[in-house]
C-alpha cells in the first residue's frame, strides 16, 4: 500500500513540475513580409501549432503576414525594443546588426537547396545566429524563401545586356545595390509593402524575388516579362527579441526552439513543391518567361565576381573562407 502511495505521489510530483514548466500563459506576435498562402505564411502557422502542442498551451503564436506590422527594418528595430517578439525575414537584411550575415545575399553562392541546407543548418549558420545575441536577438532556424529571378515590364530578358537601364527594387542593403549597378542597372532600395504599388504606378520597371513570392503577391498583374535567373538564394531567420526570449524559462526555450526547427523542414519542403507550381500560375497569367543561356549566365557571374570581392572585405576573410571552404567540402562529396 505504501509503495503504491509513493507511486502515485512521485507521478503527481512529476506532471505538477511539467505543469510548473509550462506555467506561463504568453502570446507571441510573429511578423513576415509575405502573405497568406505563401510558404512562409504557412510555416509559420505551422510553427504555431507546434509551439502550442510542445507548450501544451501555454505559449501561443499570432501571425502577423503581408507586412501588416511594416517593412524588415521596422520589425528588427521593435524586435529589439521587446515591442514585438519574433519576425521571419532575408538573413541577409541582418547584415546591418552583424555584418557577417551580408555573405548570404552573395549572388551565385549556392549551386542548389541542398547545399544550403547544410551550410546554414551547420556549425556556420548556427554561429552567424550567436552573433545576434549581443544586438539583443535570438535566432532560432533558418527557412527558406528559394532562389530569386528578375521580372520587369519593359522587355524580355534573355542576355546580361537586356538587364542594363532597368530601374530594379532591391532588397535595402548594400551588396544588392552594388550587383544590381555592376550589371548596368539602376536599383532602388525599397521595404516589401511598397513593392506592388511602385510597379503599378512605374515607378520602377521591375523587381527580383522567388517565383513562390512573385505568384503569391500577384506581380503578374503589374509585370509581363519574368527571367529564370537564379542569381541569388535567400536563407531566412527566425529570430525572437531576446527580451522575450529572456523571459521565457528554460522549458519554454527549448520548445521554441524546437518547433522552429521542426517548422523549418515543412517550410522548405512546402516552398520548393509550391515552386513549381508558381511557375505554372505565373505561365497561365500571361507572364512572358526567359531563361539565360549558360554562356549568359557565365558572363553575369564574371561581371558579378568584384562585387562579391568588394563584400568579401567587408563580410571579414575567415567569414567568407570558412563558407568557401564548407561548400568545397559538400562539393567534394
Known sequence: MKRLLVKGLVALVATASMSMAFA?????????????GHPLEMGATKFAELVDSKTKGALKVKVFAGGALGGDAQNVSALQGGTL?????????????????????????FNNAEEADKVVDGEFGKALHAKLEEKGIVGLAYWELGFRD???SKHPITKVGDIKGLKLRVIPNAINVDWVTA?????????FPEVYAALEQKAIDGQENPVTVIAANKFYEVQKHLALTHHQYNPQSVIVSKKTWDGLTPELQTALREAATEAAAYERGIAREKS??????????GMEITELPAEELAKMREILKPVIAKHAELVGKETVDKLSSELDALRKK
Not at 86 to 101: C, D, H, P, T, Y
Open 24 to 36: 506561463a500563459d504568453k502570446e507571441l506576435k510573429l511578423a513576415l513580409q509575405n502573405p497568406k
Open 183 to 191: 550589371l548596368g542597372a539602376n536599383p532602388t532600395p525599397m521595404p
Open 276 to 285: 513549381t507550381a508558381a511557375l505554372d500560375e505565373l505561365k497561365k497569367s
Open 85 to 109: 517578439d519574433m519576425v521571419v525575414l532575408n538573413s541577409g537584411i541582418l547584415a546591418s546588426q552583424v555584418k557577417e550575415f551580408a555573405v548570404y545575399d552573395f549572388p551565385f553562392m
Open 150 to 152: 528578375m521580372t520587369n
